[in-house]
């Protein structure tokens, strides 16, 4: 089958990855796929605000994301939506398997995550960029976490949609988040039908998808800790 684009269907689209792109940030990460840009930035472990939700026993997680106006072909309205909320907490839970928040009991640790340019697949960029963003910021994990969609175009299983594919009648959009080392999915969501068959034609795709997404983010950590070819050694 041919998409779209030219690409075969377990082609992912060009991909670029970047770790350390906001100053003030902790951590922080940018994630392009095809033209799907997501910048994300990560702030603590920090003291709790406001204090009555701090947790005794390990750090409490939160997230925001957000679509720029200038995101999307027509300007989409700023600030949160129905949308954006649940994609926060969808992003947050696809993350925190991998996290030791256990490390920093009674602190904070908050991710944003901006997409500034989206055509489809934005949730899982998100999540890509912020695990580069959360290991930049030093917090301790058990994995990196790497996401793709994968889904069913046309009854053909494939990986990466772009929106154009995402916008075929009966296409079904199926996001995946998976830690590499552990084998691992944190996030599997599907907005469609598809047979079983497909199902798991997809989701091998998408954990092909992942698995080279994984060796662009560690290639990304390399470039900002890699000083002529060594790796500088944690002095603390
Ligand atoms: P994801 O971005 O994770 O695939 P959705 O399935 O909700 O999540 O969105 C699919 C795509 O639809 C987005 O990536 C974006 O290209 C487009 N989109 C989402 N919300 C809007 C909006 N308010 N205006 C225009 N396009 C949008």
Not at 45 to 59: C, I, Q, T
Not at 90 to 119: C, H, M, Y
Not at 178 to 191: H, S
Request: charge should be negative.
């Amino acid at each position: 089958m041919k998409r779209p684009d030219g690409r075969k269907p377990e082609d992912l689209r060009p991909m670029e990855a970047k770790v350390g792109v906001i100053e003030n940030a902790t951590g922080s990460a940018m994630f392009r796929i095809g033209n799907t840009i997501a910048i994300a930035g990560v702030y603590g472990p920090r003291e709790m605000h406001p204090k009555r939700l701090e947790d005794p026993e390990k750090s409490v997680i939160k997230c925001y994301y957000d679509m720029y106006s200038f995101s999307v072909p027509e300007r989409k309205r700023p600030g949160p939506d129905r949308r954006s909320i649940e994609l926060s907490m969808v992003i947050r839970n696809a993350l925190e398997p991998a996290i030791l928040t256990k490390e920093f009991p009674k602190s904070g640790i908050d991710i944003f995550v901006s997409i500034i340019q989206a055509d489809a697949g934005t949730r899982c960029a998100a999540i890509t960029a912020a695990s580069m963003a959360l290991a930049d910021a030093g917090i301790p994990m058990k994995d990196l976490v790497c996401a793709v969609a994968c889904g069913n175009v046309r009854d053909t299983a494939v990986a990466d949609l772009n929106k154009e594919e995402e916008d075929v009648e009966l296409t079904t959009d199926i996001p995946i988040a998976y830690m590499p080392r552990a084998k691992k999915i944190t996030l599997l969501q599907a907005d469609g039908d598809l047979t079983a068959e497909r199902f798991k034609e997809a989701l091998k795709l998408g954990i092909q998808g992942c698995e080279q997404i994984y060796e662009l983010q560690k290639k990304a950590l390399r470039e900002k800790y890699q000083v002529s070819g060594e790796m500088i050694e944690d002095k603390d």
